[in-house]
């Protein structure tokens, strides 16, 4: 991440604000199974997706004198209603945390930050590129994508095996896939033979996400 977020914490018990002065990307990779919301094991794949990303956010933080305290500090918890967070109740910009079996999941982009994302994604398969747009196999497995990218919105969408461990805290994207206000997808043919744990139809994903304020890009500031 480049100098553009200022970050800092707040009064005992106001959580942390972190400020996007402009855009900064991150990359995120993926290996393994994309499969569709018919499957059996969707739940599984997008909470598999989720936790994928959530140890390259959290190494991201580590490593970022301004979101560490993401990572460290006391942040507000928040409910979440169908696809929007009750927030009403915490200062506008503030990170916050939202309870779900045990986890506490926190997401980097939210309405409350003024923040939106820009993503793409390159999709490696063993299949021939294309079908994007007539592909409904395709498109059905990207949606299990973006759902992995924001928090979880009801409990089923964790598996009932799944456990908080000693750390609950969980790091995803997004709020809400809603603040992705671009998206763009290339399919490549992947070339690597299937290795010993691996299915003929699992994935690479190279995602490369660009978050900045909407203000940046003429939209209106829906915090508060």
Not at 133 to 161: C, M, W
Not at 204 to 215: C, G, K, Q, W
């Amino acid at each position: 991440m480049s100098d553009g977020v200022a970050g800092g914490i707040g009064a005992l018990g106001d959580g942390f604000v972190a400020e996007l002065e402009e855009a900064v990307e991150i990359a995120l990779l993926y290996e393994g199974p994309l499969t569709s919301g018919a499957s059996t094991h969707h739940g599984r794949v997008k909470h598999q997706i989720r936790s994928a990303f959530h140890s390259q956010l959290k190494t991201f933080f580590d490593s970022q004198y301004q979101l560490r305290a993401l990572t460290l500090a006391e942040l507000p918890k928040v409910t979440i209603r169908g696809s929007r967070v009750e927030a009403a109740s915490i200062a506008p910009g503030t990170h916050y945390a939202v309870p779900m079996r045990g986890f506490q999941f926190i997401p980097l982009v939210t309405r409350a930050s003024g923040w939106i994302a820009q993503i793409h994604i390159n999709l490696y398969r063993r299949e021939d590129p294309g079908a994007i747009v007539h592909g409904g196999d395709l498109g059905a497995r990207l949606e299990t994508l973006f759902g992995a990218l924001r928090i979880p919105q009801k409990d089923s969408e964790i598996p009932a095996d799944e456990e908080p461990g000693d750390n609950p805290r969980r790091y995803c994207l997004l709020e809400d896939v809603a603040l992705i206000t671009k998206a763009a997808v290339e399919t490549h043919t992947l070339l690597v033979p299937v290795g010993d744990r691996e299915r003929e139809t699992d994935v690479r994903l190279v995602l490369h996400v660009d978050i900045a304020p909407r203000r940046l890009y003429g939209g209106r500031d829906d915090r508060g």
